[in-house]
């Protein structure tokens, strides 16, 4: 069987493009129903995780309000051409703003863990191997006190590193930031993220001589969206919230590049049998 | 070095913190509590890079280097 370490991310891409599963289409890529299968795998084991530690299933819209964006921050962080808008509303840039707009103008008698499932879409003009504009994207979302908060980003960073591993991904955790902060204080919003390690990504070795791709994200926001979406907890204490996001795509594709198509592809099978 | 702690604590005190039942000593952590925001920060690597007579690249902006006054004139006091 060949390996990722024996071809280059670009044969491999190659393999799955002759395969029909992985398909760029000018801006867009196009994934098989192996791809996608697989896609909706990882996104099944996520799921177990999510409701085993006992979070609720928030179903979401396909498109989000400007206005929820627009009291998320998210424009005066991101450039606004980042976000597709589409007839009543945008495609989300991520799913958890979902979560908190659900939440606003509440009080939380406990703390509370949310997953959801988006498409979600940046119009990036980065071009990276397994970069899609379009993407899926679930979330797992946690709302409580300071401590409770990172606790759980503790785990959550511990269990899913552990569950790569497992699936044999050759992965890292590395500090990150977010990298489409704008100018003037969103320079300070990014600063204030790495002295204090808000966000984490879990990276996966595609190539040896490719930079690792970011497949996960572990991030603490504090009292960032408590504040602008005025929930807090029952006691009048603020709430702090946190999040993990998956990019399931890139799941799926650090599985094939990384066992290879077959072997990637007979793990959905195992189940189905 | 304490000419420099002094400096950098009373421009913390007197000009970043608005709050005035907050004060910040020597060894306050600055970045628990929501004490430094996204504008402040920047103001205080403005007012250190003045201090120290060179701009900080964000690579050097780090816990380990800002955790404190202690620490930050320790780090950024010595080159």
């Not at chain 1, 989300?92 to 509440?106: E, G, I, M, Q, V």
């Not at chain 1, 790569?164 to 992965?171: G, K, N």
């Not at chain 1, 001589?209 to 979406?229: Q, V, Y």
């Not at chain 1, 990384?258 to 793990?267: E, N």
Request: charge should be negative; hydrophobic fraction near 45%.
């Amino acid at each position: 069987m060949t390996t990722t370490k024996e071809i280059s991310i670009d044969d491999a891409m190659t393999q799955l493009s002759r395969l029909h599963e992985w398909m760029p289409a000018g801006r867009e890529t196009v994934l098989g129903p192996h791809m996608l299968a697989l896609v909706d795998w990882v996104d099944l084991r996520v799921v177990e995780f999510a409701l085993k530690a006992g979070a609720s299933e928030l179903p979401v819209p396909r498109l989000i309000a400007h206005s929820v964006l627009e009291r998320a921050g998210y424009f005066e962080s991101f450039p606004a051409s980042i976000v597709e808008e589409s007839e009543g509303g945008c495609m989300p840039p991520a799913t958890c703003y979902h979560c908190y707009a659900k939440l606003a103008a509440t009080s939380l008698r406990e703390p509370v863990l949310l997953t959801c499932i988006a498409r979600c879409r940046r119009n990036e003009s980065e071009e990276e191997s397994g970069r899609l504009q379009t993407f899926t994207m679930r979330e797992i979302v946690f709302i409580g006190s300071a401590g409770w908060v990172r606790k759980q980003r503790q785990e959550w960073t511990d269990r899913i590193l552990a569950f790569a591993q497992t699936l044999h991904l050759v992965v890292q955790l590395d500090a990150a930031t977010d990298s489409f902060f704008a100018g003037g204080e969103a320079r300070g919003r990014k600063l204030l993220q790495q002295i204090k390690g808000l966000k984490i990504e879990l990276r996966a070795q595609m190539d040896a001589k490719e930079t690792p791709l970011a497949i996960s994200s572990f991030n603490l926001h504090e009292t960032f969206f408590s504040r602008c979406f005025d929930f807090q907890l029952a006691d009048g204490i603020e709430a702090h919230s946190g999040c993990v996001a998956f990019g399931l795509e890139r799941w799926a594709l650090a599985l094939a590049l990384t066992l290879g198509p077959d072997k990637a592809f007979s793990l959905v099978e195992q189940v189905q049998r | 070095m304490s000419d420099a702690r002094d400096k950098l604590l009373n421009y913390i005190n007197g000009e970043l913190l608005t709050d005035r039942t907050r004060r910040a000593a020597p060894d306050t952590p600055l970045f628990e509590d929501g004490w430094i925001d996204s504008l402040k920060i920047l103001k205080l690597i403005a007012y250190i890079e003045l201090m120290i007579g060179r701009n900080i690249p964000d690579e050097e902006i780090v816990m380990k280097n800002f955790r404190t006054v202690t620490v930050i004139v320790e780090h950024f006091g010595s080159k």
